[in-house]
């Protein structure tokens, strides 16, 4: 029995029997599993019909053979780890649906605060991590992922499939992610933010900042995906995009903490200590780095970041952005974390920071997957094939963009040093479809794409009065 079992209630206690029991059990077995054997029968069936009346369980069959199921399980059990289409929906709290060991999880990390025992950061739980034999996804499940997220565009070059899904890809990311932080930003407001650069009205300057953080970050990873890795160059710098003018002390931006932190709403203390900060930081990344599944090496970042909080805010954003790194590489479908209820992702969490059991969060990971799996499913089925001249030389084609927009020069201005830096970087045989590609991102540059060739807003803004004045002040263009 677990060890919380002694404080629990009548009611809790065949819960929670109900959660570590297979699918259906009689009475009798609820009664010997709860450990109330010396319980009157006639106090434990009046519980039972108490909780089937209240709708937290439901019963099938009669008298003796009755049995008993946890409200929005079926009546087949479901392998674990697995989720399936026969579970209904947990209906109270909009819940994804969860194994018998993620219900259980749920019910303890649901207990009233002061009834959830004080714990610290337990570096075991990191140490009995061993990459390749350790599996917090089971086989079957990473399996069954890798069947619907890919790889989508095997032997091309990392960041392929992204690209191509880019700008569903920031808005979808950036607001699920945000929205999960308390954001009330809608995702009309942030498609118009993100796309037009509008800003919604009424909006905190805080929530607008972190939605433009995400755009940001998420930009990052996918135009360096050749570059990147689950390091910790990588990692900090997602932190520092993501916390950009968000944090009290500019110097915490992208830097691992020295000082303690606190969490509200859980009985989990951090670590206060830098030097065990510093090493679990860094062997959190090592043990990643050698994980060979990309669907298990996402899962563990998105346990062990937010458990060591190795920054002094904005943990769970970069956790749940670093979960794509392997995506994002290998050209799997992207996890946006739609569908997933704020309470859900959080509970799963809890149980991570206070029990260090990962199952709730899988089975909400492994529906989070399964959801962005479908939507990307119908955005891939609407594109067509990337160009390979703009893929090939996607790089140069940003650095001459940049160039052209700093140094104020008009697009009919252009096609000079366009030639000029075409002659210097790239075969003759590309010069002529380098100058006209360039020509056509110049003239497609606008306030919801400058982002992507590396431009402060100051700068956009400097070249398009300086080229494009009719529009914004009545001035008579050059």
Request: with cysteine.
């Amino acid at each position: 029995m677990n060890p919380l079992d002694a404080s629990f209630s009548r009611t809790e206690r065949v819960l929670d029997a109900l959660n570590r029991l297979p699918p259906g059990p009689t009475r009798s077995e609820i009664q010997a599993e709860a450990g109330m054997s010396g319980l009157d029968v006639q106090v434990l069936r009046r519980l039972l019909a108490g909780l089937v009346k209240e709708g937290r369980i439901r019963a099938e069959g009669q008298t003796r053979n009755r049995q008993y199921f946890l409200t929005g399980t079926s009546s087949a059990p479901t392998p674990s780890g697995v989720t399936s289409g026969k579970q209904a929906i947990q209906e109270d709290e909009g819940y994804p649906p969860l194994s018998a060991e993620g219900q259980q999880s749920r019910i303890l990390v649901a207990l009233p605060l002061s009834r959830r025992q004080p714990v610290s950061y337990q570096r075991a739980f990191l140490d009995a991590y061993c990459p390749n034999e350790t599996a917090y996804l089971p086989e079957a499940l990473r399996a069954h992922l890798a069947a619907q997220g890919g790889p989508i565009e095997m032997g091309r070059p990392a960041g392929t499939y992204a690209r191509q899904i880019l700008q569903r890809l920031l808005v979808d990311l950036s607001w699920n992610s945000a929205r999960l932080e308390g954001n009330t930003y809608t995702l009309l407001d942030t498609e118009r933010l993100i796309e037009l650069g509008e800003t919604a009205e009424g909006k905190d300057l805080q929530e607008t900042q972190m939605i433009l953080n995400h755009k940001a970050a998420i930009e990052f990873l996918v135009e360096s995906a050749d570059e990147i890795a689950v390091n910790a160059t990588t990692v900090q710098n997602l932190h520092a995009l993501l916390t950009e003018n968000l944090m009290a002390n500019p110097m915490d931006e992208g830097q691992v903490r020295t000082a303690a932190v606190g969490i509200r709403g859980t009985s989990y203390v951090p670590t206060a200590v830098p030097q065990v900060i510093e090493e679990c930081f860094r062997q959190i990344l090592k043990v990643a780095t050698d994980i060979n599944d990309p669907f298990e090496q996402s899962f563990f970042l998105l346990v062990h970041l937010p458990y060591l909080q190795p920054f002094m805010d904005g943990n769970k954003r970069t956790a749940r952005l670093a979960a794509n790194i392997p995506f994002i590489r290998q050209n799997y479908k992207p996890i946006t974390f739609v569908d997933i209820p704020t309470k859900a992702f959080t509970n799963g969490m809890l149980a991570v920071y206070e029990l260090n059991q990962v199952v709730l969060l899988r089975d909400i990971y492994a529906f989070a997957y399964e959801r962005s799996c479908a939507r990307y499913g119908a955005v891939q089925a609407s594109l067509g094939e990337p160009d390979p001249f703009r893929l090939r030389y996607r790089s140069e084609i940003k650095a001459i963009v940049r160039q052209v927009v700093l140094a104020g020069t008009s697009i009919a201005e252009a096609e000079e040093p366009i030639r000029a830096y075409a002659q210097t970087k790239l075969p003759k045989e590309a010069w002529t479809r380098f100058l006209t590609v360039v020509e056509t991102e110049l003239t497609s540059l606008h306030d919801g794409n400058y982002a992507r060739y590396q431009l402060r807003p100051s700068e956009f803004a400097a070249w398009k009065v300086r080229t494009q004045p009719s529009e914004d002040n009545g001035l008579p263009s050059k």
